[in-house]
């Protein structure tokens, strides 16, 4: 067998991957005239194999018994990095045991519908807390650009053993949806279980001092540091035990939200968007979907680009602390929400914030997102009870052009916008850059600026502010032997598919060491 590359238009490459077996799809939108990427899987005469063939589609994983496994390893948070780590352990013959300070799925989304329904924020369970992470329920993209830290097709190939569509296996912009996401994270949970690992929900860890001996060694187990970017506190207890620590570069801004209509006719432009003649919906937007985008420029000196885009999604409530105002993007699988969504950052380098502390970025991102609380709720009495999950919002052109928004469109933001002069009370660093960057973005997309759109505030959760040092071969934190920090709150990841493999590998160290 082998693969063979072909470039067909949108309704002949629907046609092809119906009947042929595709190990690669991509759509380039670039050019006048839309083309769509696919590689097929073909004979030794080079003769398409048919996409019903029975052709196994990668090697299945295999779980060991480890319910009484000589070895263990502990593992702190059960998001991409701790799971996926958790499942590499197992096949390995070692014995996970998780703590996780939030809850598992099903309770978890109780908690983010009353944060939905501006009924109160659980600290420790919502959109960032909670079993599978902050990826959970915000999109569920599989994309990476880690092409050099390890088997990045691995973590596909699990996610569709534990229910993922057969899309993630061949998809350049692979995306499973945060309504379909909360089912493969459970099926992971059941198999660690099954297999006689451990996991406990609701427990914070507080203290590594218990963990340790007189030598400062761990005393038992190696532990597995997979906290997530949010996780301010736990940061703050590594720092004052002395972990090794320093602040990384990271990116804050604003949501940006158009019609999905919109972004379909600035990206598809030599696409027809009629109706098909069935009265059905365009089929072609419902085999390629609905347009994204991805966005950059050099502003002063610094980057400013989009992140998160959300095609046929939502804007979420994303903060994980009372008084913080932080937003995010989701889609659900079909993406069929008639809006589209994008962070827009800026780029913040750890020169730019004064001091020396490492946790001078992590401090930067909470001033900002209490400064957005502030402006969400200057129109709200505080007798209501509970901290609103309401969000500042501006027009996106009203705030390239200084003007206050004399109203706001719709928008997907369930808990509610209000109105705000994001540009007066942005940080001049941040604002500035993206008056000039949604100007940029504009002149290649023009319509891109438009008071069609809104932008919500504030995106600040982008990355890790702060990088728990590790040595680079071992994986160990530098000054705290047995402790592998991993994942996108240790500073060596940005998303689903990084984390989850950086877990892996963390697991694979251990594995090694043990043998």
Request: proline share 6%; charged share 25%.
């Amino acid at each position: 067998m082998d693969t063979r590359p072909y470039i067909f238009n949108p309704r002949e490459a629907h046609e092809a991957e119906q009947k042929w077996r595709i190990v690669k799809r991509s759509v380039d939108a670039r050019q006048r005239e839309l083309r769509v990427h696919l590689t097929i899987l073909t004979d030794e005469q080079g003769r398409p194999i048919a996409k019903d063939a029975p052709i196994p589609l990668y090697e299945p994983p295999v779980f060991q018994d480890v319910h009484k496994a000589s070895r263990s390893a502990l593992i702190i948070g059960a998001g991409p990095a701790g799971l996926f780590a958790a499942l590499t352990l197992i096949e390995h013959g070692i014995k996970p045991i998780i703590y996780e300070r939030g809850k598992e799925v099903s309770e978890r989304k109780k908690d983010i519908a009353l944060l939905n329904r501006n009924e109160g924020l659980n600290p420790e369970s919502n959109y960032c807390f909670g079993e599978g992470g902050a990826g959970t329920f915000s999109d569920g993209k599989l994309f990476s650009r880690s092409k050099k830290r390890g088997n990045m097709q691995r973590v596909m190939e699990l996610f569709h053993y534990f229910g993922a569509p057969d899309t993630v296996l061949y998809e350049a912009h692979a995306h499973i949806g945060s309504d379909k996401l909360p089912t493969i994270i459970k099926r992971m949970r059941e198999c660690i279980l099954e297999h006689g690992g451990e996991i406990h929900f609701g427990c914070r860890m507080d203290s590594l001092r218990e963990l340790k001996d007189e030598s400062g060694k761990f005393r038992e187990t190696p532990i597995i540091l997979a906290i997530g970017h949010s996780a301010h506190d736990t940061y703050r207890m590594l720092a004052e035990e002395g972990v090794a620590m320093e602040t990384k570069g990271f990116a804050m801004g604003v949501r940006v939200e158009h019609p999905q209509s919109l972004i379909n006719s600035l990206m598809y432009k030599s696409l027809s968007l009629n109706p098909s003649p069935e009265g059905k919906g365009n089929n072609l937007i419902d085999y390629i979907g609905n347009a994204s985008y991805s966005l950059v420029t050099q502003v002063d000196g610094r980057g400013v680009y989009s992140f998160c885009m959300c095609p046929g999604g939502h804007i979420v409530p994303a903060g994980s602390s009372e008084g913080t105002c932080v937003v995010n993007g989701m889609s659900a699988s079909h993406r069929n929400s008639p809006f589209a969504n994008s962070g827009i950052v800026v780029q913040i380098n750890p020169e730019d914030i004064p001091g020396d502390n490492p946790l001078r970025g992590l401090e930067y991102q909470e001033v900002l997102e209490r400064l957005a609380y502030s402006q969400s709720i200057g129109h709200l009495s505080l007798d209501i009870g509970h901290f609103p999950s309401t969000a500042p919002a501006q027009r996106l052109r009203d705030f390239v052009e200084g003007k206050a928004s004399k109203d706001l469109p719709k928008c997907s933001y369930l808990p509610g916008i209000v109105p705000s002069r994001l540009d007066l009370w942005l940080p001049v660093e941040i604002g500035k850059r993206l008056r000039q960057g949604f100007r940029d973005f504009d002149h290649k997309y023009p319509g891109f600026l438009t008071n069609e759109a809104v932008i919500v505030g504030v995106e600040s959760r982008s990355s890790s502010a702060v990088r728990i040092v590790r040595d680079p071969d071992t994986l160990q934190s530098v000054n705290t032997p047995g402790l592998y920090p991993c994942g996108e709150g240790a500073g060596y990841a940005g998303g689903i598919t990084s984390s989850a493999l950086d877990g892996i590998n963390a697991a694979l160290k251990i594995a090694h060491l043990a043998r």
